[in-house]
């Protein structure tokens, strides 16, 4: 039977407040266990919940960036559950009225093909703490500094069919969400984790399978194979006359497989109610309206500009698009270089991005700014340097050498574009080498390469390649 | 609806209290007693009434994004039965 | 001096006929004389009293003295006071400690109030007699078998018996008004979000509502004034102007519209607490007030949504006693869960786990609608009922409780009937309306409390009209023999 892959996904994004969603610490990372978990986060008897207005904000920017309906009226309501890391014994989340409603999110999947992604729903909610496991005379220890820190999760409609478009989707979602500047996105600290929901079913039904959750997945990578993992085993429960259960799984990335984590499966009953500390979160149109004001130009809407106003391709600018910062950087330099921008594309995601990977670094800790590189551009474009010229001048400045300019005078690097000073080479390269002139002369066209090598040799590489040619192609056919 | 022993066993283990074995039947009752009275309430006509969460319909205020509360690690921790290492210990949570 | 109220001992201390000092002193000495039979206290703080007695006296040398400063008072060991035990009278927080004042600890300390001690309740505010508290059982002024009513039956005992001029409450479903009209004292429940529940140990947050127990409506006006107040801590927290709540005290009440609801003198009330009540409102008569019956037709439902509102708000409310953080833990806990049930199971009372239970059952899966949905909807046409009536008439009034207080031990075999008894109190707080209840006279030689409730945010009218009534009657002033001299 051919089967089809059902993937819907929940992502949780920290936002990047200075506080807690309804208490007044902070929300560092990396502080001393419980130095930032203050009364109203540790649960202690008597505080009680304040809502921070930059999580309401950062909620309707986001709903605002996939077109969602934004609720005039939401709900806090209490999920509760007893769990060491929870330390009021429920979680202040949203159920039934959400901040943010219906959505899209339109994913690129290839040169032509934009696939939309409906979003059901985002809501705000407070974060858990941490159990940490290491052997405290036999018992857990917990540290509740993320206790409060807050969360937008965001539902998407069951609409991906593969581990590909999950990953194209969150992928999306990711540049999506720093653009906006709501969350750092940095997946390691957790700032952005997913769960996954999976299910099969035979192709052409319309009705769903049994799914199963897979929870925390902290990276794009371990998505993919999370996702693959799953497919692969619902399929063989399937086909070998089984059935799916419904269930929350873990995937283990050092065994990479899914399991069933039955600890967490008894019998849920959340017991959502409205949270009575909390009134209802009423946002008007002018709230609304003035949010809109702020948003920034979004990576689909920075795609198609860049497509238009510089020619480039959709791969080309889908790549630059990916991160806000990639984006502002290729600008800078074309700006500032004022060369083709296929050659600052070109540079960008070919010698850079290079360098940049190999030392693991981004583009925001490049070691080549924007405004250096482009003054290496300008100085190809203005013919001052070749582009192979170029390239080891890039790794001088990558080195800390210094700049383009200074590179060049020190290594007198400065292309010779002089017609009287190349002549004399190409004169003395002919003299010297009279048996492969001869043989050009009879017709063995290929030793025009030759000829160029030899010019290029004599004069380090200085020449400028296009006068080079032309001059000696003249030469070859005068005498 | 009645309410069983199973039913006290079942939410007394939702809301993590250990209750006397003996007692168990007793708070079958009792429960049974106050829901039958509760139920009462079917008696009025609430079709399309709006519940009602709060005293009055206002909305909620928004606090400024600010730090302003510091480490009280120590004062909070004074009332814990049990820490280490700045940690709230608890028996091991097994995933 | 302990036959005095707030205002009067606020003008002695003004006059210098005695100081802060002596006059702490005096009632520490009353407490410990007479607490040993009433229970009222569960933490004395006989140090620190003394220390900010005499930092009291300095202000007032200092010409900084509010017209509360050096008046010594108790706090109802629900609200959380920094560096003092606060335990919520259950063996669950039996040794805690919180590092912080509530809003009205605050705000009392900062009139330079003097807080002789923490004063017993019903566990977690969880009941209307007393008896479950883990450090025993109030006992009533005017007769020791009795019960003082609760939750707050500490603090209207210690009022009754003038161990110590005024004292806190808390509100949820009548504990401040129920055991003042119990003890013979004055309490108001004001309009909901009026007083900030900041460090106020919660029970039902919706319902939830701090206010004044003292012996006139002029002292709880006097109290009100340095307890109301818009907090940022509480998102519940009305922000809207205080008035000064003495300003209409002395506002004659000739016109006032009183609103009898028919449903108050039905089955149920004890025809003696019903002559007295009768009494009462011919005296409002006598005064000027024009009587009217009005209706409340869905008032008998309101103790069902009640039952499952507050019990549901309180599941979850004290799930954070789960023992990991502060609190009570199990020994030697065998697991997680078990850690967890055992902590809780022996932590609460037996009240307290049984509401637990209740509002579990009405959230829980398949319930929802027809236990909780439904009481929310109940709660508005209650609430509705009373703004109809309330285009008509001015305030309403009734007796606060429909006996007089029973003999310890004679209803805690049966919670419901105990439940039951709650008919006059909890639609109130279902509403968020300010309720008042004032001495009204006695029955078999224990006293009846007025209920008078008004719309939103009227406090001072109530107490206006509370007052009215105090200057023309003695009822307020009795003191139970035992404890007069």
């Known amino acids: 039977m051919e089967w089809e892959t059902v993937i819907g996904l929940e992502v949780h994004?920290?936002?990047?407040?200075a506080s807690k969603i309804f208490s007044g610490a902070s929300t560092a990372y990396g502080a001393l266990p419980n130095t930032q978990a203050c009364g109203v986060d540790l649960g202690l008897p008597g505080v009680l919940p304040v809502l921070n207005a930059n999580t309401v904000h950062m909620a309707v920017k986001f709903g605002l960036s996939v077109d969602a309906e934004i609720a005039h009226r939401s709900v806090f309501a209490r999920k509760n559950y007893f769990y060491p890391d929870l330390p009021k014994g429920y979680q202040i989340s949203q159920f039934e009225l959400p901040i943010v409603g219906k959505g899209h999110l339109d994913i690129q999947l290839d040169e032509e093909t934009v696939k939309r992604i409906g979003i059901t729903r985002a809501h705000l909610e407070e974060d858990a703490g941490k159990s940490l496991h290491e052997d405290f005379q036999g018992m857990t220890g917990i540290d509740l500094n993320r206790a409060g820190t807050p969360l937008l999760e965001i539902v998407s409609e069951p609409d991906m069919r593969s581990a590909n478009e999950a990953v194209a989707y969150l992928k999306t979602l990711h540049a999506l969400v720093r653009y906006l500047e709501i969350s750092d996105g940095n997946m390691q600290e957790g700032s952005f984790r997913c769960d996954a929901n999976i299910s099969m079913r035979p192709k052409g039904q319309s009705k769903l399978g049994t799914r199963a959750e897979i929870k925390n997945i902290n990276s794009f990578r371990f998505v993919e194979k999370a996702i693959n993992y799953e497919v692969e085993r619902q399929i063989q429960v399937l086909e070998s006359g089984g059935s799916i259960v419904q269930e929350t799984r873990l995937y283990d990335s050092d065994r990479d497989e899914t399991r069933s984590m039955r600890s967490k499966e008894e019998a849920n009953d959340y017991r959502y109610f409205p949270d009575p500390d909390l009134l209802p979160l009423n946002?008007?149109?002018?709230?609304?309206?003035?949010?809109?004001?702020?948003?920034?130009?979004?990576?689909?809407?920075?795609?198609?500009?860049?497509?238009?106003?510089?020619?480039?391709?959709?791969?080309?600018?889908?790549?630059?698009?990916?991160?806000r910062e990639l984006a502002e950087y290729f600008e800078t330099v074309l700006k500032e270089s004022k060369a083709p921008a296929k050659l600052v594309v070109n540079w960008v995601m070919g010698e850079l991005s290079a360098a940049l990977n190999k030392e693991s670094l981004d583009i925001t800790t490049s070691k080549i700014t924007a405004s250096a590189l482009a003054q290496l551009l300008a100085r190809i474009n203005d013919n001052t340097i070749s582009g192979k010229i170029a390239k080891t001048i890039f790794e001088g400045m990558w080195l800390g050498e210094g700049d383009a300019d200074s590179i060049i005078e020190k290594q007198g690097l400065k292309q010779i574009t002089d017609t009287s000073a190349i002549e004399p080479i190409i004169d003395e390269v002919m003299a010297n080498n009279p048996?492969?002139?001869?043989q050009y002369r009879e017709g063995k066209d290929k030793l025009f390469g030759f000829f160029i090598g030899q010019v290029m040799k004599a004069c380090a590489g200085k020449a400028n390649p296009a006068q080079v040619n032309e001059l000696l192609r003249k030469k070859l056919q005068q005498d | 609806m009645s309410v069983t022993a199973e039913t006290i066993v079942s939410i007394a283990h939702l809301a993590r209290l250990a209750l006397d074995e003996k007692a168990i039947p007793h708070y079958a009752e009792d429960m049974n007693r106050i829901l039958h009275w509760v139920e009462q309430m079917n008696s009025a006509d609430t079709q399309g009434i709006e519940p009602m969460a709060h005293p009055r319909d206002l909305g909620q205020r928004l606090r400024p994004d600010e730090v302003t509360e510091s480490d009280q690690r120590e004062c909070f921790q004074a009332n814990a039965p049990q820490t280490e290492a700045g940690l709230y210990l608890v028996p091991q949570v097994i995933e | 001096m302990h036959q005095k109220t707030i205002a009067e001992l606020s003008q002695a201390l003004a006059q210098g006929t005695y100081s802060s000092e002596e006059l702490t002193k005096h009632y520490l000495q009353r407490i410990k004389q007479w607490d040993t039979s009433l229970n009222s206290?569960?933490?004395?703080?006989?140090?620190?009293?003394?220390?900010?007695?005499?930092?009291?006296?300095?202000?007032r040398r200092q010409g900084k003295a509010g017209p509360l400063t050096g008046i010594p008072m108790a706090q109802k060991d629900i609200f959380c006071t920094n560096g003092i035990k606060t335990t919520c009278a259950s063996k669950m927080l039996e040794n805690f400690t919180a590092p912080y004042d509530a809003m009205v600890v605050e705000k009392l300390n900062a009139q330079g109030m003097v807080m002789l001690g923490k004063t017993n309740m019903d566990e977690f505010a969880m009941g209307s007699s007393n008896e479950h508290s883990h450090f025993g059982p109030v006992k009533n002024p005017w007769n020791l078998d009795c019960v003082p009513g609760g939750s707050s039956g500490g603090s209207a005992a210690a009022v009754a018996a003038r161990l110590v001029p005024a004292a806190t409450g808390t509100d949820t479903g009548g504990s401040i008004r129920q055991p003042a009209a119990l003890c013979g004292i004055t309490g108001i429940k004001p309009t909901y979000g009026r007083v900030s529940r900041y460090g106020m140990i919660a029970f039902a947050s919706s319902l939830d509502q701090g206010g004044p127990m003292t012996q006139t409506a002029e002292d709880a006006a006097l109290l009100l004034n340095a307890m109301a107040g818009f907090d940022e801590r509480d998102s519940t927290s009305l922000d809207a102007p205080v008035p000064d709540f003495t300003a209409d005290l002395n506002q004659p009440i000739k016109g006032l519209r009183i609103g009898l609801p028919k449903e108050y003198f039905s089955a149920g009330l004890d025809p003696a607490v019903g002559d007295v009540i009768m009494a009462a409102i011919k005296e409002y008569e006598k005064l000027g007030a024009i009587i009217?019956?009005?209706?409340?037709?869905?008032?008998?439902?309101?103790g069902p949504a009640y039952y499952v509102i507050a019990p549901a708000e309180c599941s979850s409310n004290l799930a954070r006693f789960d023992g990991v953080r502060y609190g009570y833990r199990c020994k030697e806990p065998k697991n997680l869960e078990d850690l967890y049930k055992r902590s809780r199971g022996e932590g609460f009372g037996e009240e307290v786990k049984r509401r637990i239970m209740i509002g579990t059952y009405a959230l829980s899966s398949g319930y929802y609608d027809a236990y909780y949905l439904k009481a929310q909807q109940m709660r508005r046409l209650i609430s509705e009922d009373f703004k109809r009536v309330f285009e008509k008439v001015d305030v309403i009034m009734g007796p606060t409780y429909p006996s007089i207080a029973f003999k310890i031990g004679e209803h805690s075999k049966d919670p419901l009937e105990m439940y039951l008894s709650?008919?006059?109190?909890?639609?109130?707080?279902?509403?968020?309306?300010?309720?008042?209840?004032?001495?009204?006279?006695f029955a078999n030689s224990l006293p009846v409390g007025l209920q008078i409730v008004g719309p939103y945010l009227n406090d001072s009218k109530l107490l206006n009209v509370g007052h009215q009534f105090q200057q023309h009657t003695a009822w307020h002033q009795k003191i139970p023999s035992q404890f007069a001299k």
């Open chain 1, 13 to 17: 994004v920290q936002l990047q407040t």
């Open chain 1, 283 to 323: 946002i008007d149109d002018h709230f609304i309206g003035e949010i809109k004001k702020t948003l920034p130009e979004l990576p689909h809407e920075k795609r198609q500009r860049f497509e238009k106003a510089y020619g480039l391709s959709t791969y080309d600018a889908n790549n630059l698009v990916a991160s």
């Open chain 1, 435 to 438: 048996q492969q002139l001869a």
């Open chain 3, 41 to 59: 206290f569960i933490t004395v703080c006989e140090e620190t009293a003394l220390a900010s007695a005499k930092s009291a006296d300095e202000a």
């Open chain 3, 292 to 302: 009217t019956e009005v209706s409340l037709p869905n008032n008998h439902l309101a």
């Open chain 3, 422 to 441: 709650d008919f006059y109190t909890i639609a109130i707080n279902l509403a968020g309306l300010p309720g008042l209840s004032i001495p009204a006279g």
